[in-house]
């Protein structure tokens, strides 16, 4: 005979609305993680020459990937979280630099920059549910780090 208690059916409300997001020290260093990344970014960004209109230009480029949402949210969801992943810029990196292409190189490096600013002010990847549920918090509410 057991004695352990029956798994509950459902989770409480706030931990059904908080799965998925990271807390506490992880997600310190995950923010700080972003404010490397911006800020390294940034330095290399400083010495490829391009003019620094350009990364004011094209500095929030990569929230574009939010129009998905105009489609549907998985759509929304998908396209904004490609945009906001390190993976993408660090191919067209890549590109740039074994293509002796300095512009290319230039962009990767301000999207980087876009991306660890974000991970810095705890803007994280998107779940499908709500476009507010990040994997670094729900946006719009304050989380202890």
């Known amino acids: ?17 908080d799965s998925g997001i990271v807390r506490g020290r992880p997600r310190t260093l995950l923010r700080l993680e972003g404010l490397a990344l ?15 209109w350009l ?14 949402y105009l489609v549907s949210s998985s759509a929304g969801t998908l396209l904004y979280n490609l945009a906001h992943t390190t993976t993408l810029p ?8 074994w293509a002796h292409n300095t512009l290319a190189s230039a962009l990767a490096l301000v999207w980087l920059a876009h991306i660890g600013m974000d991970r810095a002010m705890a803007y ?18 304050q989380h202890r780090t």
């Open 38 to 52: 911006l800020t390294a970014a940034l330095v290399a960004y400083s010495q490829t020459g391009q003019p620094w």
């Open 1 to 17: 005979m057991s004695t352990t208690a029956p798994a509950p059916t459902h989770l409480p409300t706030s931990a059904a609305t």
């Open 90 to 97: 660090l191919v067209l990196g890549g590109l740039g630099i």
């Open 55 to 68: 990364l004011a230009a094209t500095l929030l480029l990569p929230d574009l990937g939010a129009l998905g």
């Open 124 to 141: 994280g990847l998107k779940y499908d549910d709500d476009p507010s549920h990040t994997h670094l918090g729900r946006l719009g509410h």
